[in-house]
């Protein structure tokens, strides 16, 4: 499965982070301490949040995904999606 290019706004100030599977503040020490070292990050979002690249079967390949401004929602998504995926289900289709 192709790296999909999820934009993470900074609009509320919190992102989910895909490795840690959760919504954290990306501020300078979680970027110093999580972001620099993680395989995922692909850098700034223009100044407007933060690129990271992972699998998503909910996005096609080639898209970029734009993460919705609450990202806890996004975060239920995610983890559905994932327990859909290891007990070998059809995953559902983003924004559904």
Request: proline share 6%; glycine share 8%; charged share 30%.
């Amino acid at each position: 499965m192709p790296k999909i290019n999820h934009l993470n706004s900074l609009d509320t100030g919190r992102i989910y982070c895909e490795k840690l599977e959760t919504v954290v503040v990306p501020d300078e020490g979680f970027m110093m301490d999580h972001c620099n070292s993680c395989l995922m990050f692909a850098g700034n979002f223009q100044g407007e949040g933060i690129e990271c690249f992972y699998d998503d079967p909910d996005v096609k390949p080639g898209e970029i995904a734009i993460v919705p401004d609450d990202p806890y929602t996004f975060m239920k998504k995610r983890h559905k999606a994932k327990a859909n995926a290891a007990r070998g289900k059809i995953i559902i289709k983003a924004g559904k």
